[in-house]
């Protein structure tokens, strides 16, 4: 099915879009040098893009998940591994190598309700860290000792914000990757401990 078709049969689940390609293209990177033993985790897949070519490109065992239902679905229907998830929240401590977000980022009115399944995929809540905050806290737990974190942001995000956010876990941020767009630039942060 081509991405228009996509896009109409699954009008709630966020499709590839630039951000998708460059967070894909920094991760396949960063894990040129994976083997069969490393694990990845794909939170918020959507359509299951990111965590496919990583499945395509690496010899790691990809999983990914999500909170949107529909979502679970498509990347099913792609073969992923998928899980429904809030953030991490039902994987076991240092259980990956390697885990990937392309967060919602977008900052939003505060009295945006949240309620449907694509403005939870692009709503960051009033500074746009609305899930990135409690992802950079929880993510520790799941990730090995000496494993990476690539994080999607944008500049409407704060970068800054966000690396400093990083730094309150035990992260080392670099920047691997970034694109600059009209409104905004998207970076790809490779976090380290
Ligand atoms: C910007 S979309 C990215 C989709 C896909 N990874 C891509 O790059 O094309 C953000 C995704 O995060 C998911 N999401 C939002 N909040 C989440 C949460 N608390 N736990 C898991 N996934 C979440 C959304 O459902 C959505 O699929």
């Known amino acids: ?54 499945d395509a490109e690496t010899p790691a065992r990809v999983v990914a998940a999500d909170l949107n239902p529909h979502a679970v679905r498509q990347a099913r229907e792609e073969g992923l591994e998928t899980v429904r998830a809030d953030l991490v929240s039902p994987f076991a401590d240092a259980a990956f190598d390697a885990v990937v977000f392309n967060p919602p980022y977008l900052p939003t009115d505060p009295d945006n309700e949240w309620d449907d399944w694509m403005e939870r995929a692009l709503s960051g809540g009033e500074d746009g860290r609305a899930v990135i905050d409690p992802f950079l806290e929880r993510v520790p737990r799941v990730l090995a000792p000496d494993g990476v974190v690539y994080l999607l942001v944008s500049s409407l995000t704060g970068v800054d914000d966000v690396v400093e956010e990083a730094g309150e876990h035990g992260f080392s941020a670099v920047a691997v990757a970034d694109e600059s767009f009209p409104f905004e630039t998207l970076t790809v942060l490779e976090l380290l401990r």
Request: glycine residues 12%; hydrophobic residues 35%.
């Open 1 to 54: 099915m081509g991405l228009e078709d996509r896009r109409d049969a699954e009008p709630e689940v966020y499709q590839p879009a630039e951000d998708s390609h460059l967070l894909a293209d920094a991760a396949c990177d960063g894990l040129a040098d994976a083997d069969e033993n490393d694990r990845v985790l794909e939170v918020g897949t959507g359509s299951g893009y990111v965590a496919g070519r990583i």
